[in-house]
């Protein structure tokens, strides 16, 4: 039986074990002292597997190459992965959004669930294990050169003994990408590659809150914000030949204010759609990057100016920054006052029809400037990796390199919150594993 190596033990890592065990001769390589780090505190510590939806709907919460994930989410989707877990004993339960969790609410209780499966098919696991470098040799064969030009046959790897070479017949990188470095995740996996001439794109921060510039998100630290719509603006560039504007985001969700700027499920979504826009190294905003919010979306101008009227007259004696507490939180009050222009103290009887334009403007555009992404243990996952142009999309096998493959969080593939992201390290685990249903 051929021989597998699989260069790291998260969740593509552990998958590809276990569907390749049936084929190879399975070695798992492992950095840290256990398996699973990371898994362990996915979706809480809870661990949102999947999402029981359809393939349509993985696909459109995929804003980074969905199209590169068509052949591995038709050979194991969202149902394979649940019904997989479900004969390996462990119970699932769905929740809003069909998260589908353990009943447990364990994440112990996948990684538990997954190392039995190993066990059970007699993969051996190597932990405190290091993985320093490949053992390429030139490739030869009657296909075009272009297609490979180096062939793996084994991986250099350190341990508490000291260096050593295994070989193998295929090897797997799955080494995840670089969020959360305290579980291992380093991002070191694209090291390995750079020097056989593959292609990658540097990490960034993914589903990760936003610096605000402006000072007064401090003010409303711990406001949560519910049935909102966030907007994110590209400013037109002083040198552009056509001065337009660009909404780069627009949604209706939940946020909150931080002592930084902004966070909550709005914002972390919102951070998967605008990542060309940030400095790779510093995270910071390289282009002009503004946020409107929309305090009262259900209601338009017309509607919002009655409100404010009927506050107004049944109030009328009382100070605004009083009155507009019947609108807004607390917290935003004084915000939203020096915002308008408006003086605190003043009567609202006396605020004239233009001061109330204004201040309808602040509501229905409470405006924000984004300095920066959060860092990457903040953010829920990383974005960039090995490109996908250098990754055959039905194997996951490198076009560069002959019998390396690739799988999971390595892959500059990445979706939103949901169980989306396990679901892709889930779905190029088993293609790197020749676990294909069908043939093309």
């Not at 229905?364 to 996952?381: H, Q």
Request: hydrophobic share 40%; aromatic share 8%; with cysteine.
């Amino acid at each position: 039986m051929d021989k597998m190596i699989i260069i790291g033990g998260g969740a593509a890592g552990m998958m590809t074990a276990i569907k390749a065990a049936k084929r190879y001769n399975v070695t798992l390589i492992e950095k840290n002292e256990k398996l699973g780090k990371k898994l362990f505190i996915t979706g809480k510590g809870r661990c949102n597997i999947t999402n029981d939806s359809d393939k349509d709907t993985f696909l459109n919460n995929v804003p980074t190459n969905s199209r590169f994930l068509f052949s591995a989410i038709n050979e194991y989707d969202q149902s394979d992965v649940i019904r997989d877990f479900k004969s390996w004993g462990l119970p699932l339960k769905t929740e809003r959004g069909n998260r589908i969790f353990p009943v447990s609410d364990h994440s112990s209780d996948v990684i538990k669930t997954l190392e039995n499966e190993m066990k059970k098919n007699n993969v051996q696991v190597l932990l405190n294990t290091k993985c320093e470098g490949f053992i390429l040799e030139d490739y030869y064969s009657d296909v075009p050169k272009s297609k490979y030009e180096k062939k793996i046959t084994g991986v250099r790897l350190r341990d508490n003994k000291g260096v050593k070479i295994l070989q193998a017949d295929k090897v797997v990188l799955c080494t995840g990408g670089a969020s959360y470095e305290s579980t291992g995740s380093t991002g070191e996996g694209l090291n390995f590659l750079s020097f056989a001439g593959v292609s990658t794109k540097k990490f960034m921060p993914s589903l990760v809150p936003f610096n605000i510039k402006e000072s007064f998100c401090k003010e409303m630290m711990g406001l949560s914000l519910k049935n909102v719509n966030l907007k994110i603006v590209l400013k037109a560039s002083k040198d552009a030949k056509k001065k337009k504007d660009k909404v780069l985001y627009d949604e209706f969700g939940e946020m909150l204010f931080t002592h930084f700027g902004i966070s909550g499920p709005l914002v972390l979504t919102a951070s998967s759609y605008i990542h060309k826009y940030f400095n790779e190294d510093t995270f910071k905003a390289e282009s002009e990057l503004e946020c409107f919010i929309d305090l009262k979306p259900a209601l338009d101008i017309e509607m919002l100016d009655k409100r404010i009227l009927r506050d107004f007259e049944s109030n009328e004696n009382k100070e605004f920054q009083n009155v507009l507490g019947l609108l807004l939180p607390r917290l935003m009050v004084p915000v939203v006052v020096s915002l308008s222009g408006i003086d605190g103290k003043r009567k609202v009887n006396l605020i004239t029809h233009d001061e109330r334009m204004k201040l309808i403007s602040v509501l229905k555009n409470f405006p924000l400037t984004i300095d920066s992404l959060r860092g990457m243990n903040e953010a829920i996952i990383s974005t960039g990796g090995v490109l996908i142009k250098e990754i055959d999309p039905r194997t996951m096998e490198l076009k560069k390199i002959k019998n390396l493959k690739v799988a999971g969080e390595i892959i500059d593939c990445d979706a939103l919150t949901g169980g989306f992201n396990l679901q892709i390290a889930w779905s190029t685990a088993n293609l790197a594993a020749d676990n294909r249903k069908y043939d093309d």
